[in-house]
């Protein structure tokens, strides 16, 4: 499975981005799915997942309120709705997916970068004051 990340861009603090993460097979639509983010200097982070129908999201507490996973199958997408961004927000947004039905039941698997098989190239978020 191939994964697209984009959306990304420079904004203003306060404003808000929808990043996308599209796969290049239905399959995807079988696979839990995260966003992480990696800031310059720092470790890659998890910040949301979604379960594979959807019915299930985690959302990272440092980011909890101003970020939203959604997904649509018949799409191959998921998405991340950022709101209110601020200067934290400055990363690398990488999208992954894991087939395991189970892992992201465990919220030490969730952040695990090692659990999840496939990997989009990253989209870049740039917010500026």
């Known amino acids: 499975v191939q994964l697209q990340a984009s959306g990304g861009g420079l904004v203003q603090a306060g404003d808000s981005l929808r990043l996308s993460c599209v796969a290049s097979?239905?399959?995807?639509?079988?696979?839990?799915v995260a966003w992480f983010r990696q800031a310059p200097g720092k470790e890659r982070e998890f910040v949301s997942g979604i379960s594979w129908s959807g019915g299930t999201t985690f959302v990272a507490d440092s980011v909890k309120g101003r970020f939203t996973i959604s997904r649509n199958n018949v799409k191959n997408t998921v998405f991340l709705q950022i709101h209110s961004l601020d200067l934290d927000d400055t990363a690398v947004y990488y999208c992954?997916?894991?087939?395991?039905?189970?892992?992201?039941?465990?919220?030490?698997?969730?952040?695990?970068?090692?659990?999840?098989?496939?990997w989009g190239q990253g989209t870049q978020v740039t917010v500026y004051s």
């Open positions: 097979e239905r399959t995807f639509s079988e696979y839990f």
């Open positions: 992954a997916a894991s087939s395991s039905r189970r892992d992201y039941l465990s919220s030490l698997n969730r952040r695990n970068r090692a659990k999840y098989e496939y």
